[in-house]
């Protein structure tokens, strides 16, 4: 079973974000936090909050009544940023003329599954 978080419209570039979830793809939940932990990014940040999250959703009881999951055991299957909505400004510039400003943001996904169901 497959323990899932997501951080929806984050306001960071999914640009900034991907090569930190591909730095987690594939790796040991706790091996990840490590990896995450000592990014100096601020996307780091956001990620390990998200993986933060998955851990909790893949120990509470309600979403698997009567089973324990161990930590140790549990895989990153899934580390997905996705470009989310922008907010557009206009900055004007020289001879009258507009630049456009995207405000970008992202969608931060982050799946979980134990090693044995692989």
Request: net charge positive.
């Amino acid at each position: 079973m497959a323990y899932k978080a997501s951080h929806r419209f984050s306001r960071i570039s999914a640009r900034k974000v991907r090569p930190l979830a591909t730095m987690i793809r594939g790796k040991f939940a706790d091996e990840a936090l490590d990896i995450l932990k000592f990014q100096p990014d601020r996307g780091a940040r956001l990620l390990e909050k998200v993986l933060k999250s998955a851990l909790g959703n893949a120990q509470d009881p309600e979403q698997n009544p009567g089973k324990t999951v161990r930590v140790e055991q549990l895989v990153v299957t899934d580390a997905r940023v996705d470009g989310g909505p922008m907010f557009k400004r206009i900055r004007p510039v020289s001879r009258g003329m507009a630049y456009m400003i995207k405000r970008r943001s992202a969608h931060i996904s982050v799946a979980l599954e134990e090693i044995s169901e692989l």
